[in-house]
């Protein structure tokens, strides 16, 4: 076989060289020359050599660049698609995996639509329109149609000369539970945080830099206000100090301080703080309690507990001045009954003299005990009844301009219908002393008296630290007596009601005590407002009425004694036997019984017209012996006394079961009178 001519092995190499693996071609080309026995390095060969083993080095450089790429595509984690105006051109493998379909399936203009939930296609329109860089979210629709949260990286690129859009694909579903778990986690943590303070704060570097809570309930300031601040603007200037150091040394731990409000009040606050990171830096944060509520409770406790206090004070020494009286007045009757006794068998002067002595220092006595009495909350309250103040200051008013101090001002402002429901004697003896105090606080210098009464349906919280009927309801007449005199002092505000405690040289010590009593055994509440320097103001609460004023009944009178058939029951001798003779004397039959039960006995073995019946016995009291004579058919006349005078237990009995109250120490002409009067009334 004859050899091709050089064109002939040209041609053919040039075809062989064609082929569209150039590596493979070049290698067939060489092999085909070698065979012929040409050599490859001749001058019409080299060139067409030349440029397939350039072709081959460069499809070589290509298909390595493509199976790195690929490599990459298919390792990567991010699904990747390239898409010119929406219409996609290419995607990796993670993609398909992701949407759950093949790659081909992805490519075409319709596919962002199709893997986008409705809701985000809008905005994902604009952003392919105005060729949006950078990260956003949306829901992706997978092939079978379920959802998940997917993260895109846009950004702009090239293919060749021709502008594209990638974008990396992340699914963010993972993520986005994880992170919606820790912010729920966090909530919890700074619900629960905040549910034991009332806001706090992040300090780093001395300045505030988050804030949370009811900052402006607490302090006045937004939470915008603050961010940026120091620290210590908030800060009390008393407290720089303190506040300073804590964030200095970054104290963990608590302690209390005194904050600025945003209107300049000092709010007393107790801070919680504890060491923090903020950015990785190190920070501060400090939980705050607002103390003025604490506070506040804490002043009404111990307020409460000095309230109480003081009136279980007051209330021991009620009783024991109740007590005294009682056992005081017994005395008394023995005094009192013997000196009258005496002045009518005495014909000596110097003797009568005597005796009118002792009867005037009883009387005295007797005085000072219905002041404890009083005070004990044992007023002898005859009956109640309409009494107009208005009345009463106006006829006090003379007496008041010779008692008061000629350089005091009285001013009276009574409201008209300022009517209480009481006992007229003792409401005119408790403003009697009032105003005889006012006076006095004036010291001898020009001063004011200024007396007010005016109604009101009920009494505001100001008077819960009254003394008195304080739960008591309304209406109420509140009257005020208010002087501009020296004052007093806490000490002396504190202790001034309680008996036998003066501020003054000459003083007893019971009249305000005394005025606690009647106002508390009307029904009404005593309280004072004082300051040194500044004047005292006592203010009392009765119970007001709208019943008009009507005259007390008359009773009938009797004439003379009729001398009768006397029965005493009373535990004291000594009162037996004052009594005894008294009546004895008046020609009276008397028997006497030593306590209640053998009273009731001897009234039943022979009754009697009239009984004494001490109210105070350690069988049985008086209200017992009254209802066991009363059951057993008795209409013999009653007259109830005591040491206490109208005590309290007299109100257990029914109307009408007895018909007179003689208080003890008394004088004959009371027990007479006494005796005259229940007599008159159980005839009525």
Known sequence: MSLPTPTEVSVRLAELLAGDDARSSLEAGLAWLARLGVDADTRELAPLLELARLRAAEQDAHKNTRERLDLLSEASFEGILVHVDGVVIDVNKRLAEMLRCQPEELLGPDTIARTTAAEDIPAQRERVRSGYEGCYTVTAIRADGTRFRAELQSKHGRLGDRPVRIAAVRDVTERERTLSLLQESEKHLRDLALGGFDFMVVVQNGVLVDAGGNVEGAIGYTREEIIGRSALDLAAPEAHGQVAEAIDENRPGAYQTIMLSKTGEHIPVEVMGVRSTLNGQPARVSGFRDLRERQRVERERRKLELQVERTQRLDSLGVLAGGIAHDFNNLLVGMVGNASLLLTTLTEKLDREAAEAILAAGERAASLTRQMLAYAGRQDLNRREPVDLHDVFRELRTLLDATLSKKASLQLEIEAGSVVLGDRAPLTQVMMNLLTNASDALMGNPGRIQVRARRVAALPALWDDALGQRGAKGPFLVVDIEDDGVGMDEATRLRV???????????????????????????????????PGRGSCFSLALPTTDEPRSPPPQLASSGANQPCRVLVIDDEQLVRMQLRRSLERSGYQVEEAPNGVSGVAANAAQPADVLIV??????????????????????????????????????????????????KPFTMKELLHAIEQARARARA
Request: charged letters at 20%; hydrophobic letters at 40%.
């Open 497 to 531: 009601f309680e008996p036998f405690f003066t501020t003054k040289e000459h003083g007893h010590g019971l009249g305000l005590a005394a005025c606690v009593g009647i106002v508390t055994s009307h029904g009404g509440a005593l309280r004072l407002e004082s300051e």
């Open 614 to 663: 001490d109210l105070t016995m350690p069988d049985i009291d008086g209200v017992e012996v009254v209802r066991r004579v009363r059951a057993a058919g008795s209409t013999a006349a009653i007259v109830l006394s005591s040491g206490y005078q109208a005590h309290a237990t007299a109100e257990r009995l029914e109307p009408g079961s007895f018909q007179a109250f003689l208080p």
